[in-house]
């Protein structure tokens, strides 16, 4: 395997390896990343929400009537510009991206440990604390419940037929 370098302020540091047996599709000098983001199939979102029905199960378990009851149809979203505010925010490419069930499913994991490590090293001197305690509990075991929900969600998502 060879690898080409350059000089650095801490020596020679190994930019690309070029191995003997690569695959005849990638070229020489093409980097892992690139080769893979090159050959990966796009997700189709809508398509794979159709094939899931995700709208027809949606629609029995009533949430589609609670979320009108509630004052949000689909003209208050038109109006408040929700969805070019998704769109802004990157929203439907998070969903479309290969990293997000990992990212979402490491954060879950960060946050679930958050909740007891924080009971265990803040102290139980004073009630404020107590309620520190509980609070950050709470909202770690919340947050890291959704983020491992979401995460399996788009996972579901992202899955070819």
């Known amino acids: ?10 020596g020679v540091l190994p930019l690309l390896y070029i191995s003997p047996q690569r695959p005849r599709s990638m070229p020489a000098r093409t980097s892992i990343r690139a080769a893979t983001k090159k050959n990966s199939t796009q997700v189709k979102l809508l398509t794979r929400v159709e094939q899931l029905k995700l709208l027809t199960k949606a629609e029995k378990a009533g949430l589609l009537s609670a979320a009108e009851k509630s004052g949000l149809s689909l003209s208050a979203i038109e109006k408040l510009g929700l969805l070019s505010k998704a769109e802004e925010f990157g929203v439907l490419s998070a969903a479309t991206d290969p990293g997000t069930p990992g990212t979402l499913l490491t954060l879950s994991f960060g946050l679930l440990l958050l909740g007891p490590l924080s009971v ?4 139980e001197d004073y009630p404020w604390e107590v309620v520190v305690q509980a609070v950050v509990a709470a909202v770690s075991v919340v947050g890291g419940s959704a983020a491992f929900g979401a995460s399996n969600f788009v996972s579901n998502l992202q899955k070819s037929s």
């Open 120 to 123: 265990f090293l803040v102290p």
């Open 1 to 10: 395997m060879e690898a080409i370098a350059f000089p650095g302020s801490r």
